[in-house]
C-alpha cells in the first residue's frame, strides 16, 4: 500500500520525512511512544493523530505494514500486519521501532494490534 494514499477517506499516512515538518509536540510524543507496543492517540486542535506501533525489535527485518484503509460506517478502519524478516537473510543486530503514523479528521479503528493509550497534550 502506497504510505501516503489517503483514498479520500480523511487520512493521512505520515512518512518518516513529513514527520520532521510536524510540530515538535508531536515528533516528540512519537518518539517516547514508538517504543511502547500498540495503539497510541492524541488530539492536536481538530485533527487526531494515531501512532501504531510493534515497539522494540531486534533487527530492521520487522515491519509494520499497512494493508488495508476502507471506510466503514462513520470511521475508517486501518488493517496493519507485523512483517517478520525473510528467513535466511542477514540483518545487522540494531534495535528499530517499527510504526505507522496517521493523521486524520474522522475516527479510526485499527485491526491488528489491541492496547490503545490516548494523551492529549494541551492536558499536560
Known amino acids: ?5 489517503e483514498k479520500g ?21 512519537v518518539m517516547h511512544q514508538k517504543v511502547h507496543s500498540g495503539l497510541h492517540k492524541i488530539q492536536m486542535e481538530d485533527e487526531e493523530y494515531t501512532l ?3 515497539g522494540m525489535r ?7 505494514q499497512v494493508t488495508n484503509i476502507v471506510q466503514q460506517d462513520n470511521q475508517v478502519k ?12 542477514f540483518y545487522p543486530q540494531m534495535i528499530v521501532y517499527p510504526y505507522v503514523l496517521t493523521k486524520s479528521d474522522v475516527p479510526i ?16
Do not use: C, F
Open 9 to 29: 477517506l480523511g487520512i493521512k499516512l505520515i512518512t518518516s520525512e513529513q514527520l520532521k515538518t510536524l510540530p515538535v509536540s508531536i515528533r516528540e510524543w
Open 78 to 89: 486501518v488493517e496493519v500486519t507485523e512483517q517478520e524478516p525473510t528467513p535466511g537473510t
Open 109 to 124: 479503528h485499527v485491526e491488528g494490534l489491541s492496547h490503545a493509550h490516548t494523551k492529549n497534550p494541551q492536558s499536560k
Open 1 to 5: 500500500m502506497n504510505q501516503n494514499d
Open 52 to 54: 501504531i506501533s510493534l
Open 58 to 64: 531486534p533487527n530492521p527485518g520487522y515491519q509494520l
